[in-house]
């Protein structure tokens, strides 16, 4: 209740001194007082009214650090006691002790509206010892513009509380180059960057330690007490003046009640992160294993282990648990030959076998010939297999410089020879995969184990920027960030008309804030920077990193506007390391290899080089391929392609050949090789291995217009049957429209998708929740409703789009010289990982640029 006028009136919440706006309180000038928990808010509104010590209207506690003041107060009272009247509203501190920010700011936004209607002047309170706008005064002044408009700003005052006027505090200023109009500036500059404003802010500086009496301001300013209270005084007339300069007050009825779905998604966000089952809502994402090209079961001396294949790598184990490796352990692919040939090889012909082979020594050390003959239980499955080994063998040119660098690196006797193989990359930007760089080394943390937990992401982050489509985030909070980001997604998914659009939004908000954790990101650079740059067997290399003010950016990626040129400059993964600028590896993404067409039998080919351009026997006395020399049981064969003069085991393989007058197709060469008009001819390894890399090459851009062309079928399909409408006015479901809708979003066709109902989880809302904290489930199930989930909304109808995160940092390698460390090189690097609704999903690459 409002108390008499001679002794002023306080009401929590709802203000005894609100009225109506054409009623005398009309006519009362009103300040509404925000800013940070600790800032002086309560002690500057009761400067205003002249209160000190016991008589104080708001409560004060320099002591302690929680909040003091827990509601919105409205009070009235005379300016300083003894002038006009005027009504104070002082709000709880943002960042509050107990985390209440969001009930603070929706109930600031409840009195402005119901029940104060009206104010003359908004004051923004900063410490003057932390003036920087901190994340949640920052995020309370973008949800007052939302609500309010830009022209609440028109009507705000910043002040600067505990700005001492004694000399000794104006010479320490004067020092450290800290003056009033310097302050105001960048205040004012982070204002106007982070609301959209073209205009400065009025400020004022104030101690309200001054507000006490003449006695004691006396003892303890002496001789200095006069000057210091007329300075308080002025600066508190400024803020009396700047209440009385608008002719008429903000009037707060007009609040958009939409301005406070951001406040409500945020306090639901952390719990939809934690709770929600993703699977449940049919999320088909290929996970963790991107650089995996194949996986299946292999016979190896006469027992079955488990085999996954990588580029450049084939892996063997006891079980799919891949727990224990066993046989070979692991087969490095490089410089290797894969065939159905066995001729060499006393096995059993039980099961169609292959054979993975290496015919040269490629490291340059002792000799690494080896042979492995692999069985599977189907002609189909051989024929897969032969194929994708024969793609793991393949690297871009420049994979194998950055190998060559890499070893070159490794091995350096000195500082020249270090320098000497560095200048292989040193105007190039590297594409390092962070899988390939946990597969060099067993001493580094293993991938899993380096993935944050959501707190541990959210920790991370309050210590760190984040810029989200150019807006910056400095130390932000969870629900703050999380909050932005769903409202980013769905705004780039043009508001899908989903009922669990909002939940889902959460989960890939939540997978962005793990992306965001430099816990992962910095340290899988670090292990990429180290295992390229600091294994040097002969000098003491270091690669130190440097401290970086570079804000993590987060972009998402619309797909009508940025997305495929992101994704372009990006590149298309390889599981090996490439440059960026390698048109060469573009032909060997995981992408093109996954649509590969897989049917039909090899068709190898080559072109019959003429007898006149064989190498002469006795031109060469060791094969030109291995070095192997030959003997009296090492014979000569001349390869038929080439003409080279090479030995019987690089030489096992045979094709059949046109003739270079008469070019045939591989098509119309089987045909006569059928028809017995042409034969296969004998041709060495590296001769094959081009044959084999056409009919690669032939099945992939077959894979690729399959892919196009069921593209354009489904498309098809879906804008016929919405065309059928039923007689109740909605469109026929069909199981084409719910695949084409998946494939635009960025599924990958070849994989089973649910449709129709088959293949679902339990429908009801509870299933998108997991069995976690009980709390939550009530949240999230009114989130999503209690009716019943049908299958056509449990597809994907909109497109998602893609979530770029990068996170920028430098390293300088240093030797160690006789006193100090030598710095040799800069490497700039950069973090790049894609987060994604439905697709692939990998562990992220590492771009490193070498400078001097």
């Not at 509104?45 to 909040?67: I, K, T």
């Not at 104006?170 to 960048?186: L, N, P, W």
């Not at 960057?193 to 330690?209: E, M, Q, S, T, W």
């Not at 919405?722 to 066709?749: C, E, F, T």
């Amino acid at each position: 209740a409002a108390a008499a006028p001679d002794q002023g009136g306080m009401s929590p919440r709802s203000g005894g001194g609100g009225g109506t706006p054409d009623g005398k309180s009309q006519e009362t000038p009103t300040v509404c007082l925000i800013g940070p928990t600790g800032s002086g808010k309560s002690s500057t509104g009761n400067s205003c009214f002249g209160c000190r010590g016991d008589g104080a209207v708001f409560e004060v506690d320099e002591r302690s650090m929680a909040s003091v003041t827990t509601n919105t107060v409205m009070v009235e009272r005379n300016w300083r006691g003894v002038g006009a009247r005027i009504r104070v509203v002082d709000s709880p501190g943002l960042g509050d002790s107990e985390g209440r920010d969001s009930e603070h700011i929706e109930s600031l936004a409840t009195v402005l509206k119901d029940d104060v209607k009206y104010v003359h002047a908004f004051l923004v309170v900063f410490n003057s010892q932390e003036p920087r706008l901190n994340c949640h005064l920052k995020e309370m002044l973008t949800v007052f513009k939302e609500m309010f408009g830009e022209g609440f700003l028109r009507y705000t005052m910043i002040v600067f509380t505990r700005w001492e006027h004694d000399k000794r505090a104006k010479k320490k200023r004067a020092r450290s180059g800290v003056t009033e109009e310097q302050r105001a500036a960048m205040i004012n500059e982070e204002l106007q960057k982070l609301l959209g404003h073209n205009f400065a802010c009025p400020c004022v500086f104030i101690d309200n330690a001054a507000n006490v009496s003449d006695e004691v301001l006396e003892d303890l300013y002496d001789d200095e007490a006069e000057d210091v209270r007329k300075e308080f005084e002025d600066e508190l007339e400024k803020i009396h003046d700047f209440m009385l300069r608008p002719p008429k007050p903000f009037m707060c009825q007009d609040v958009k009640a939409v301005a406070l779905e951001k406040e409500v998604l945020k306090r639901k966000i952390m719990q939809l992160m934690q709770l929600v089952n993703e699977e449940a809502l049919g999320r088909q994402l290929i996970s963790a294993e991107t650089g995996v090209i194949h996986k299946g079961w292999l016979r190896w001396k006469r027992r079955w282990i488990w085999a996954i294949l990588r580029r450049q790598h084939l892996r063997l184990f006891t079980d799919e648990e891949c727990l224990e490796q066993t046989g070979p352990r692991e087969v490095d692919l490089t410089g290797c030959i894969c065939s159905t040939g066995i001729e060499w090889q006393l096995i059993p012909r039980r099961f169609p076998a292959f054979t993975v082979y290496r015919p040269v020594n490629v490291q340059g050390a002792a000799r690494s010939y080896f042979c492995h003959v692999f069985q599977v239980k189907s002609l189909e499955e051989r024929r897969c297999w032969v194929l994708l080994v024969q793609e793991a063998t393949q690297i871009s040119e420049s994979c194998h410089r950055i190998e060559k660098f890499h070893e070159s690196l490794r091995v350096a006797p000195s500082r020249k020879e270090y320098e000497r193989a560095i200048a292989i990359v040193v105007r190039e930007t590297m594409v390092i995969p962070v899988e390939w760089v946990f597969q060099q080394g067993s001493n580094l943390v293993a991938t899993g184990g380096r993935k944050p937990s959501l707190q541990q992401a959210l920790k991370d982050l309050q210590r760190d920027r984040v810029r989200v489509d150019g807006v910056d985030f400095v130390c932000p909070s969870g629900d703050e960030l999380g909050a932005h980001l769903c409202h980013r997604i769905l705004e780039g998914a043009e508001w899908p008309q989903d009922e669990h659009a909002e939940v889902k939004a959460a989960v890939l908000a939540r997978d962005v804030l793990l992306g965001c954790s430099r816990t992962q990101g910095g340290g899988d650079t670090f292990d990429a920077v180290r295992v390229l740059f600091g294994r040097n067997e002969n000098l003491e290399v270091h690669c130190k990193p440097e401290a970086t003010t570079d804000p993590i950016l987060v972009r998402v990626l619309c797909r009508k506007t940025s997305e495929s040129d992101v994704l372009c400059s990006i590149g298309g993964d390889t599981g090996v390391p490439q440059f960026q600028r390698d048109a060469s590896a573009k032909a060997l993404s995981s992408e093109l290899v996954r649509a590969m067409d897989l049917n039909g039998e090899q068709q190898l080919c080559s072109t019959l080089v003429d007898t006149d351009s064989w190498v002469p026997d006795h031109q060469m006395v060791q094969c030109m391929r291995c070095g192997e020399r030959f003997n009296p049981f090492l014979r000569r064969h001349h390869c038929r392609a080439c003409g080279a003069l090479v030995c019987y085991s690089c030489s096992r393989h045979f094709v059949p050949l046109s003739s270079a007058n008469t070019p045939m197709s591989a098509e119309d060469l089987y045909e006569a090789l059928d028809a017995s008009q042409v034969r296969c001819e004998r041709v060495c390894f590296l001769c094959y291995q081009r044959a084999v890399i056409r009919d690669l090459n032939a099945r992939k851009e077959r894979g690729q217009q399959a892919v196009v062309n069921e593209d354009e079928l489904l498309s098809l399909k879906a804008r016929s049957t919405s065309a059928a409408v039923l007689p109740d006015g909605v469109a026929a479901p069909d199981a084409a429209a719910a695949v084409a809708a998946a494939v635009a979003a960025g599924a990958d066709p070849g994989l089973p998708h649910h449709v129709d109902g088959e293949g679902l989880p339990p429908r009801s809302f509870d299933s998108f929740v997991s069995e976690d904290p009980e709390d939550g489930a009530d949240l999230v199930t009114a989130a999503m409703g209690e009716e019943q989930a049908s299958s056509e909304q449990m597809e994907e109808a909109e497109p998602w789009p893609a979530i770029s995160i990068e996170m920028a940092s430098t390293y300088k390698i240093v030797a160690m010289g006789t006193s100090s460390l030598e710095e040799w090189y800069v490497l700039d690097c950069k973090y790049v990982r894609v987060v994604r609704w439905n697709g692939l999903a990998d562990e992220g690459r590492v771009f490193i640029s070498v400078r001097p």
